[in-house]
């Protein structure tokens, strides 16, 4: 079957991950920016890491037949540096004409602090100024209720911002409602040891249905499985879920969500490019 993997830190993968990636079916992976396992000494050293995202992993996906796409920003865990957070805030705009490039993101908090929210702000801010979609990473386990309220919180105070137009990710069982409640799309993130297993995705596709969810495996540097999305998609398949429900979790609504990005162009196998309008 074929999909999008929505939340991928590829840089972080070997290129044979590509080609698995591709003989699993996936069509397209989508990238953001997030921390690279120690804290960036200047806004130089972002400024060679959205190269790499714009010029390094599209060419390696390409071999493979698997479109790259990305999203840029600074992310929360170095976000504890304001004035570091606001150079490389104001470089992002250079890159935005990248053919590859979404929108803004990772985006969220970590840890909850003010200077994360400052800088998450700020950031949104540069979203709306370039009419971008925005993709937000909610904190990890004991922090992720709490953060993920201050962040919906936050947003709100953007009357302007069109909640079709967000992406909140790792939402799990005591998340999720809120976000699809309010209008968001919401990512939910395959991992071994912590986030969401397969299973219990799938569990919260039955509590909810098929609308603005979107699995991931936001395989990085730790433990976790690139080939996460079609494990979800075999579970599907295991607890007889129809083909319609299965494809629409895992290529329609990425389709949709990145849709609204003027850079995103698939080309689905065996699809006329008018049925994708
Ligand atoms: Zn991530």
Known sequence: M????????????????YETLARMGCLAVS?????????RGSVEGFRDYFRHLTEVEPRRAAQFGVQHYTWLCINAKEAENV??????????????????VLGIGEIGLNKNTRNEATVFLEHVELALKYDLPI???????????????????????????????????????????????????AGMTLYPVTKCTPKRAV????????????????GDWG????????DFIMEMRSRGHAFEAIQQV??????????????????VPGRQAAALK
């Not at 990238?31 to 804290?39: H, I, L, R, S, T």
């Not at 895992?250 to 080309?267: A, H, R």
């Open 223 to 230: 433990p976790s499985k690139p080939t996460a999305v079609p």
């Open 83 to 100: 004035e570091l957070s606001r150079e490389v805030i104001a470089a992002i705009p250079e890159f935005l004409d990248r053919p590859n």
């Open 31 to 39: 990238e953001p920016a997030f921390w690279a396992g120690f804290d």
């Open 135 to 185: 993709l937000i990473h909610t904190p990890h386990l004991e922090d992720k209720y709490m953060g993920t309220r201050m962040i919906l919180d936050m947003l709100a105070d953007f009357p302007q911002l069109d909640p079709g137009r967000v992406l909140v990710d790792h939402v799990e069982e005591h998340t999720v409602r809120d976000v699809l409640q309010r209008g968001y799309w």
């Open 203 to 218: 569990d919260i596709i039955e509590m909810y249905g098929t609308e603005r969810l979107l699995v991931n495996s936001a």
């Open 250 to 267: 895992v290529l329609e609504n990425p389709m949709q969500f990145f849709g609204q990005s003027p850079n995103f162009k698939l080309q």
């Open 2 to 17: 074929f999909y999008i993997d929505p939340h991928i830190h590829m840089v972080s993968r070997v290129t044979d991950d």
